[in-house]
């Protein structure tokens, strides 16, 4: 796996098979020009490596020129094609193939034929190594095809992402990961702990507790854990980038996992969207958030006799944790609904033994698991 800026990338065409259409292109539009010297037109910066490839394959006399055209910003088209440098060289008369990198939206295309279109050219042709037919919206015939691409995006072999990857000699698709990454809800002593530790074991997940990386940065003395501690002795609410790096890093310790569960975090709308973004950056979403319910007088029980054992004061004063459901009440309202208008909250009775629980949230992960790989 490849990482350009924040995205991850993942192999997807070789440098053999890119050789083995470039040797092919070259072979028939030599074919379809006998006798001439077509004047080859390179598109930059993409079609650069292709291009160099394809013309010391032309077994045949021709001529070479550039422009360059810009069209992408980021991972998607921006719709808008700037013509950066123009042709120089007289065509009247003549024959011109474009050799072009990737043709997808054809909007580069369409500039190409304006260019040429008051040149009194004898022919233009358009040749490009890769094409997405799904994404193509012109109609403009694109004359030689190296591979077809299916509507994803790709870098690579003069391909780029935000100015990385086009030295690559091979094909990089960015990584969609079919994963189930999982919020989980719960009032104290619901059990998400317990159960995480048990779900994650069943399912190859990884368990972020937002309460165990705070100890780990804050123990270890990593650069975010003095931050959060600064906050932290001033008495302060650590701020959510703070903590949406540190979550980060956590996956990206675990680039091999198969989910993740995220326990204790997000509390907030802000902090969802940031999660959000987060997953989103590394080709992946949150599957589900999954609410442990139990009635409060159970839980309360529940927590009396942890606190006998954990020396926890804040699990020995009812006052306490009747005020901590309070505040879990009011935090975790907004963020049901903003899971809920995403179709991604589900709800589990948490009554019963561990092994009931983990049953049904099982039950709820399997379907998921089987909605995502339909």
């Known amino acids: 796996m490849l ?12 440098a053999t098979d890119i050789d083995r259409s470039v040797e092919r292109l070259a072979r028939q539009i030599s074919s379809d020009f006998p006798g001439e010297v077509p004047i080859f037109v390179v598109v930059l910066n993409g079609a650069f490596m292709f291009a160099s490839d394809f013309l010391k394959k032309y077994p045949r006399n021709c001529k070479i ?11 998607s088209s921006s719709g808008q094609v700037k ?8 065509v009247e008369g003549q024959t011109v193939i474009v050799l072009e990198d990737v ?14 279109s008051g040149m009194n050219v004898k022919k233009i042709r358009v040749a490009t190594l890769f094409y997405k037919p799904e994404a193509y919206k012109q109609s403009f015939p694109v004359d030689y095809v190296g591979m077809k691409l299916p509507e994803r995006f790709v870098v690579g072999y003069g391909l780029d992402y935000d100015g990385l990857g086009r030295n690559l000699p091979e094909i990089y698709q960015l990584k969609e990961r079919n994963m189930i990454n999982l919020v989980l809800f719960g009032k104290p002593g619901a059990g998400k702990g317990t159960q995480a ?8 997940l990884v368990h972020i507790s937002t309460g165990d990386v705070f100890r780990y940065n804050i123990k270890g003395e990593t650069e975010l854990g003095k931050l959060a501690k600064q906050y932290i002795d001033r ?7 703070v903590t949406i790096n540190m979550l980060q890093a956590e996956v990206d310790k675990n680039q091999g996992a198969e989910g993740f569960i995220f326990d204790g975090f997000p509390r907030t709308t802000a902090q969802a969207d940031a999660l959000d973004q987060l997953l989103k950056a590394k080709g992946m979403s949150v599957s589900a958030t999954i609410a442990l319910e139990a009635d409060d007088e159970v839980l309360i029980g529940r927590l009396l006799e942890r606190g006998k054992l954990s020396g926890r004061s804040d699990d020995q004063d009812e006052s306490k944790i009747r005020f901590r459901f309070e505040e879990y009440n009011q935090k975790t309202a907004p963020l049901i609904d ?21 049953t049904r ?8 698991d089987t909605a995502v790989n339909k």
């Not at 020129?65 to 991972?75: E, N, R």
């Open 103 to 116: 043709i997808d939206t054809g909007n580069t295309l369409v500039e190409i034929h304006r260019i040429f």
């Open 65 to 75: 020129s550039f422009v360059k055209l810009a069209s992408y910003q980021g991972t």
């Open 361 to 368: 949230l099982s039950e709820v992960i399997e379907k998921l």
């Open 3 to 14: 990482r350009l800026h924040d995205k991850y990338f993942e192999p997807f065409i070789s």
């Open 197 to 204: 530790v048990f779900l994650k074991e069943k399912y190859n």
């Open 83 to 90: 013509h950066l440098i123009g042709l120089e060289e007289n």
């Open 235 to 241: 008495g302060e609410l650590v701020p959510d980038e």
């Open 338 to 358: 903003y899971y809920k208008k995403r179709g991604k909250f589900f709800s589990v009775n948490g009554i019963g033994s561990i092994e009931e629980i983990t």
